[in-house]
């Protein structure tokens, strides 16, 4: 059974820092293209930020210098670091997994809250 379970999201003020973990199970996780992706109700799901099986990373231009994506082979994590947070990154931060051959594997986790407010 394919898990993917995030935490480290909560309340922060603007100019905080957060920063969220992916840890998953029943996968290769070496074999997995990772990313990061957020929701409001306003807005369709966008991507944050993506890691290749292999390191390459990319992140939104909104995020661009403020966010960085990483990942931990050897413990199955990805994690995304959030720096100089706006109002505007509040949203819910879902972590996916998607296999680097076979594209129609792919998996979601349930969701972190991040929220960004004084």
């Known amino acids: 059974q394919v898990q993917l379970v995030e935490s480290g999201g909560g309340l922060v003020q603007p100019g905080g820092s957060l920063r969220l973990s992916c840890v998953t199970s029943?996968?290769?996780?070496?074999?997995?293209?990772m990313a990061w992706y957020r929701q409001t109700p306003a807005k369709q799901r966008e991507l944050v930020a993506i890691?290749?099986?292999?390191?390459?990373?990319n992140t939104a231009d909104s995020v661009k210098g403020r966010f960085t994506i990483s990942r931990n082979n050897a413990n199955s994590t990805v994690y995304l670091h959030m720096n100089s947070l706006k109002p505007e990154d509040t949203a819910v931060y879902y972590c996916?997994?998607?296999?680097?051959?076979?594209?129609?594997?792919?998996?979601w986790g349930q969701g972190t809250q991040v929220t960004v407010s004084s």
């Open positions: 029943g996968i290769i996780f070496s074999t997995y293209i």
């Open positions: 890691i290749t099986n292999g390191g390459s990373t």
């Open positions: 996916n997994a998607r296999h680097s051959v076979n594209y129609q594997n792919a998996y």
